[in-house]
């Protein structure tokens, strides 16, 4: 579902209102905390957050294309495709929208498991990472490995979330990852260089 509203600018950006309107709403509700300070290791965790998820997506980029081959290259195309609908505005539309998802999954969901639901922090950031990748399923039958993907990321946006004790952290951090993401996906359909 996520994936597939980053492709139309007006209901992206609806549902990032509905998101942070739904956070917020729930944060002071339920009573969480949400650090937005910029404090002196900020830069430095998200370095290191950029290094961990790009390290990550180049890893199981190069794993999959290596153990699965064609079947993982036309998989991959399949999903570039499926994002050639995003231009420009699209595209900035979608990683404001990822950032919204913070404020949501790990500023809501896993920051509530973790106080109120008494979760460890792993079983949190397990918990919060599924239901993340739930809602990245492409209902197209080769794209839904992806979902599997989106699973990691949230596994890995939640321990950078618990890891640094920063929700700003996590929100520039997947704002700029989904930004850099599916511009990667429009250059290699204008360079015609899809694997």
């Given at each position: 579902?996520?994936?597939?509203?980053?492709?139309?600018?007006?209901?992206?950006?609806?549902?990032?209102?509905?998101?942070?309107?739904?956070?917020?709403?729930?944060?002071?509700?339920?009573?969480l905390?949400?650090?937005?300070?910029?404090?002196?290791?900020?830069?430095?965790d998200l370095l290191l957050g950029a290094l961990v998820m790009g390290s990550s997506d180049g890893l199981l980029h190069g794993l999959l294309l290596v153990t699965l081959g064609e079947s993982y290259r036309r998989c991959y195309r399949?999903?570039?495709?499926?994002?050639?609908?995003?231009?420009?505005?699209?595209?900035?539309?979608?990683g404001l929208l990822a950032g919204g998802e913070e404020l949501l999954f790990r500023g809501t969901l896993l920051e509530w498991?973790?106080?109120a639901g008494g979760l460890s922090p792993a079983a949190a950031i397990a918990l919060t990472a599924v239901v993340f990748g739930l809602l990245h399923l492409i209902p197209r039958q080769r794209l839904w490995p992806f979902a599997i993907w989106a699973v990691w990321e949230g596994t890995l946006l939640g321990t950078i979330y618990v890891w640094s004790g920063s929700l700003l952290v996590v929100v520039?951090?997947?704002?700029?990852?989904?930004?850099?993401?599916?511009?990667?996906?429009?250059?290699?359909r204008r360079a015609g260089a899809l694997l």
């Amino acid at each position: 579902m996520l994936f597939a509203v980053k492709n139309r600018l007006l209901p992206t950006l609806l549902l990032l209102l509905v998101f942070i309107a739904g956070a917020v709403t729930a944060r002071s509700t339920l009573g969480l905390e949400w650090n937005w300070q910029v404090q002196s290791g900020f830069v430095t965790d998200l370095l290191l957050g950029a290094l961990v998820m790009g390290s990550s997506d180049g890893l199981l980029h190069g794993l999959l294309l290596v153990t699965l081959g064609e079947s993982y290259r036309r998989c991959y195309r399949a999903l570039v495709e499926f994002f050639r609908p995003q231009h420009l505005p699209q595209i900035i539309a979608g990683g404001l929208l990822a950032g919204g998802e913070e404020l949501l999954f790990r500023g809501t969901l896993l920051e509530w498991l973790r106080t109120a639901g008494g979760l460890s922090p792993a079983a949190a950031i397990a918990l919060t990472a599924v239901v993340f990748g739930l809602l990245h399923l492409i209902p197209r039958q080769r794209l839904w490995p992806f979902a599997i993907w989106a699973v990691w990321e949230g596994t890995l946006l939640g321990t950078i979330y618990v890891w640094s004790g920063s929700l700003l952290v996590v929100v520039v951090l997947h704002t700029l990852h989904d930004i850099g993401g599916f511009a990667v996906f429009a250059v290699q359909r204008r360079a015609g260089a899809l694997l």
